[in-house]
């Protein structure tokens, strides 16, 4: 094996390694969170409709040693190491036309653990309820679907989750890309579990959960190049 592969191979083992902790202190602080409520396998304590991301990130950050919290976006106080965007897991055309990038870990208030994973966390303002969502539709290979009058699709589905959380395992460094070293899980009222949408890298998670080889799923793309739609 060449030198290059031998790095490439050692830097896999070493996320798969670092999501496999991450994703296990994030079920963690969720399980001391329905002990502090009295509602063990009950989330809808913590992620109670009336509460907002900050008192949710806020609060969850507390069930993590030596966590600190950051405000949303690219100036947050204290946290401007934190000022980067990451990639979906595949290519995905914008409403423009352009190339979509995902703005996941500045949308939302994060927590910083003390290995240097960050946690986005999006609340959801129902609670642990049903709503009703809608979104656009993707071809595979990326492209808005749209219909024979050149109308967008969307899809519209009835979820009852209490929250998204996204995290990345080693910061703000390389690579930033769903699928790789960021994901996404969802909080139900009974569970935690995968994200829905493969472009928050769900299949690499799965994989790597169940001791999967080669568990990594995703496209290997720069943000600054060109498609052709």
Known sequence: MTLPTLVNNYKE???????????????????????????????????????????????????????????????????????YKVKYATKLQSSSGNMNMAGDMLSFPRIVLNNGAVLAIKSMESGCDEVEETGTSFNPDGTIQKDEDGNIVTWTRIRAVCAGIYFDVNGNKLPNQFGRDVYRIDVYRDRVGDSTWGAYGTQSLHNILMDKKNPFVYVNYNSGDKFEW
Not at 27 to 53: E, M, R, V
């Open 13 to 83: 083992k070493e996320i798969i390694t670092q999501v496999k902790k991450t994703y296990s202190s994030i079920n963690q602080a969720i399980a001391l969170a329905q002990t502090k409520y009295g509602t063990p396998g009950d989330n809808s304590g913590l992620f109670a409709a009336s509460k907002d991301h900050v008192a949710v990130t806020k609060e969850l950050a507390t069930y993590f040693n030596g966590a600190r919290y950051c405000d949303a976006g690219s100036n947050a106080k204290g946290c401007k190491d934190l000022n």
